[in-house]
């Protein structure tokens, strides 16, 4: 019995020696985990090969607010791969990552882009077909709290541009996203807890995810239960990286951090963002994977919302639309 | 899924608590986290006391009630417990080892669920022996000193247990966040305390303070402290004062704290989760690492873990009630 305890512990404690040469910390966003456990494996290998180290990232993984919230706090990332651009200019306000951050990287910093689609039940039994169908009484809609999920933002965006376009004032598109959301019966506070509403416990008749995360529920659930809905026109996504300046400094892991966040523009990196559903900036390897992504007309959110700033200004802060939509 | 936090959160209620109703044929109302343990002193009317007959004829046959209402009320209770501890116990287990139990060890010796059990048990050793001393300390000065401010003591030791475990992580959050209070002193000196263990073992603390210390307030204030003035007056020091006869009064006291201590500790997920970071592989808890899994559709793994922890609250539970019939031997001489 002694015998048997000591092994266990030896076993518990043994576990604890692993080590590479280098360690870096990348926070993320919720829907990003196993996306992220292809690329650092692949990143890992090909980082080896190059330079004969060995590098381990460690990840965390939460509501893209919230992490940006965890960064600022103190927790040492190296890199922050979030949901959107606002949340890494309030870490950037912080002093902790450069002002210029967006323009270090190509394509905004974002390499690789998603929309927001639909997630419904197989047969689509509500006949959910766009995005007016989601205002329809008796429709339940699932999507996250806004106020600390990226993903449920870019959600709310899409619902809006949709209405703006379609009727034409952002007084109408007001009126639409307040019916849309007396539809949402519960709102998570991340993606994933949203996803983990709509497909394990059942709730809801439509759920809004990020492009990834439905294709991901396909795969894990079956394409026998759901289905995927696209609506005509929805919202180019942008999920950006960056490296924490404050923190590569004090570690000295720049230059591993920034090749690290560079590999994501090889064709290997690419290849990785679309085998998981997101949508890759190589125009070749977009066209490879034509077929995976469904052809819906998109928006950015410069053309509608003037960019990330003015939007969170505008939609999200204390007492902003949103608040007073979701209040009454 | 919220098995493993619930059991050991079910002692919140009651952490000294353990009223129960004799099989003989007379009740003895027992203090309930009250100054007395024992029933004989208790501020209730002792029904071997006062009362005219009737009435003590009435608490004398506790048993009057119609048959019918006997069944109901225990069918009840059965039912309750079965749909709400039993079933969902069994569940665990039974998603734990879905895939038989090649799946179920293969999930337990994963890295990140082996980092998580160390984690876990870390925060639980460091917690709990730092409560241990800060428990009999506490408890010490309230039980056997008369000193002004005592009332506001006593709740302080019981705020973790009012206090939401959300607000007791983010309170570490502002004490030792890089923007809290403390946190351009810590970065200056390199030293990171939230997002590591420090941060996790600090919020751990938290939340499991008013455990030992509840759990030994009655018992001390109830023997007082004329065993210890013996002593003193008999030449001993105070050290041996303490190991020699307080410590022995009070260790099943002690160690019934402890492991509702314990069991918390181990169970903690608000305040942890707050605190940090989810790194994965780093700072993850068991807890934790429980509804990473969950939403990765990792079920087979994440109930294993769950299972870990449902075990310990089993353990937890008949070490409990070893430990209550000794505390109740102690009482009936």
């Known amino acids: 019995m002694h015998r048997l305890f000591l092994a266990a512990a030896a076993l518990l404690w043994a576990g604890s020696a692993i080590a590479a040469d280098i360690t870096l910390l990348n926070v993320s966003y919720d829907p990003t985990r196993e996306l992220y456990t292809d690329f650092n494996k692949a990143f890992a290998a090909a ?12 990840q965390s993984h939460g509501g893209s607010g919230a992490q940006a919230r965890s960064v600022i706090d103190g927790l040492q990332a190296d890199v922050v791969t979030l949901a959107l651009a606002y949340d890494i200019d309030a870490i950037a306000a912080k002093g902790l990552i450069g002002a210029d951050w967006q323009k270090r990287l190509p394509q905004n910093a974002s390499p690789y882009t998603s929309t927001i689609v639909f997630l419904v039940r197989k047969g689509n039994p509500k006949a959910i077909k766009d995005w007016d169908d989601l205002i329809k009484p008796g429709v339940d809609v699932i999507t996250p709290n806004p106020k600390t999920s990226g993903g449920a933002r870019w959600n709310y965006l899409a619902a809006w541009g949709f209405a703006q376009k379609k009727y ?64 005509k026109l929805s919202i180019l996504a942008e999920p950006p990286v960056a490296v924490v300046d404050t923190v590569v400094e004090k570690k ?9 966040l560079k590999y994501w523009y090889s064709k290997e990196g690419q290849e990785i963002a679309a085998r998981n559903s997101y949508r890759p900036r190589d125009p070749q390897i977009a066209k490879a994977y034509e077929k995976s992504f469904a052809s819906v007309e998109l928006f950015t959110i410069d053309d509608v919302f003037g960019g990330w700033t003015k939007a969170q200004k505008e939609h999200f802060a204390e007492g902003g639309i949103f608040d007073q939509i979701y209040k009454n | 899924m919220s098995m493993e936090t619930s059991l050991p959160r079910t002692e919140l209620t009651s952490p000294v608590g353990r009223g129960r109703i004799a099989s003989s044929d007379a009740i003895r109302v027992r203090g309930d986290g009250g100054p ?37 009320i225990i ?41 998580a059990i160390r984690l876990t048990l870390l925060v639980a050793a460091i917690s709990v022996s730092l409560n241990l001393v800060f428990g009999v300390i506490a408890a010490w000065a309230i039980a056997k000193f008369e000193f002004a401010g005592k009332t506001v003591l006593i709740s302080l030791i019981d705020l973790p247990f009012s206090v939401s475990p959300v607000i007791s992580g983010l309170v570490f959050v502002l004490l030792f966040g890089a923007q809290g209070f403390f946190g351009a002193f810590l970065a200056s000196h390199g030293v990171q305390v939230l997002f590591a263990v420090p941060g996790i073992a600090l919020a751990t603390l938290f939340v499991t303070f008013p455990f030992v210390a509840r759990a030994l307030i009655p018992l001390m204030q109830e023997q007082g402290t004329q065993e210890e003035e013996a002593a003193i007056s008999l030449g001993a020091s ?93 009482d009936v001489p």
């Not at chain 2, 709400?84 to 799946?103: C, D, E, H, M, T």
């Open chain 1, 47 to 58: 980082y080896q090969k190059e330079t004969g180290k060995s590098v381990e990232i460690r």
């Open chain 1, 168 to 231: 034409g004032s952002a007084e109408k598109a007001k009126q639409f996203v307040a019916d849309l959301y007396k539809n949402v019966p519960v709102l998570d506070t991340g993606a994933r807890g949203a996803t983990v509403t709509f497909v394990e416990r059942g709730v809801g008749d439509v759920l809004l995810a990020w492009e990834n995360e439905a294709y991901l529920a396909l795969r894990e659930f079956g394409a026998d239960k759901f289905e995927i809905v696209a609506p």
């Open chain 1, 252 to 260: 000295g892991t720049r230059a591993v951090a920034e090749t690290y």
């Open chain 2, 36 to 72: 007395a343990i024992d029933g004989s002193s208790s501020p209730q009317p002792s029904p071997d006391t006062g009362g005219n007959r009737a009435e003590r004829a009435a608490i004398k046959n506790p048993r009057s009630e119609p048959h019918f209402v006997r069944i109901a």
């Open chain 2, 75 to 115: 069918t009840i209770a059965i039912a309750f417990l079965s749909i709400f501890v039993v079933l969902p116990l069994i569940l665990v287990f039974a998603q734990a080892f879905s895939k038989g139990i090649n799946a179920y060890f293969a999930a337990l010796s994963d890295p990140e669920a082996l980092s």
């Open chain 2, 238 to 330: 105070g050290l041996q004062t303490f190991f020699r006869v307080t410590l022995p009064n009070i260790k099943w006291g002690l160690l019934y704290g402890v492991l509702l201590c314990n069991a918390r500790a181990m169970g903690e997920f608000g305040a942890v989760s707050v605190v940090s970071g989810h790194v994965r592989g780093l700072t993850n808890t068991m807890p934790l690492l429980v509804e990473i899994l969950y939403n990765e559709y990792q079920f087979v793994a994440s109930f294993a873990v769950a299972s870990l922890l449902a075990m310990l609250a089993l353990i937890t539970l008949i070490a409990k009630t070893l430990l209550e019939r000794r505390l109740d031997e102690r």
